[in-house]
Nanobody, 126 residues
Framework: QVQLVESGGGLVQAGGSLRLSCAASGRTSSSYAMGWFRQAPGKEREFVASVNWNGGSTAYADSVKGRFAISRDNAKNTVFLQMNSLKPEDTAVYYC???????????????????WGQGTQVSVSS
């Protein structure tokens, strides 16, 4: 079992930046692919970004490409999401997710992940 705890959310003006962190504990190892998803009010949870087990491959939703960057520090069991040039439409609860996966390309679908954090709120004002 793996526990995930997100942090770093908050309120920011459009054009600003935030850095989210997700700390993993429990049965942690470097065998996990990690992902970030978000859910806005009244909408389904959607994929944002993911990184493979060793950080060698990443994937992004088209809506965040060029603005967001995912990275990981396996020594600290932590994954990060650097969010730049934030827009009001980025407002959502952001969730961290994990799954044991040693493939090169990280998973991008919600159903592929086994473990989820409680989420952190990101609000972007116009």
């Amino acid at each position: 079992q793996v526990q995930l705890v997100e942090s770093g959310g908050g309120l920011v003006q459009a054009g600003g930046s935030l850095r989210l962190s997700c700390a993993a504990s429990g049965r942690t190892s470097s065998s996990y692919a990690m992902g970030w998803f978000r859910q806005a009010p009244g909408k389904e949870r959607e994929f944002v970004a993911s990184v493979n087990w060793n950080g060698g491959s990443t994937a992004y939703a088209d809506s965040v490409k060029g603005r967001f960057a995912i990275s990981r520090d396996n020594a600290k069991n932590t994954v990060f999401l650097q969010m730049n040039s934030l827009k009001p439409e980025d407002t959502a609860v952001y969730y961290c997710a994990a799954v044991v996966d040693l493939r090169y390309y990280p998973p991008v679908r919600r159903g592929q992940y086994d473990y989820w954090g409680q989420g952190t709120q990101v609000s972007v004002s116009s």
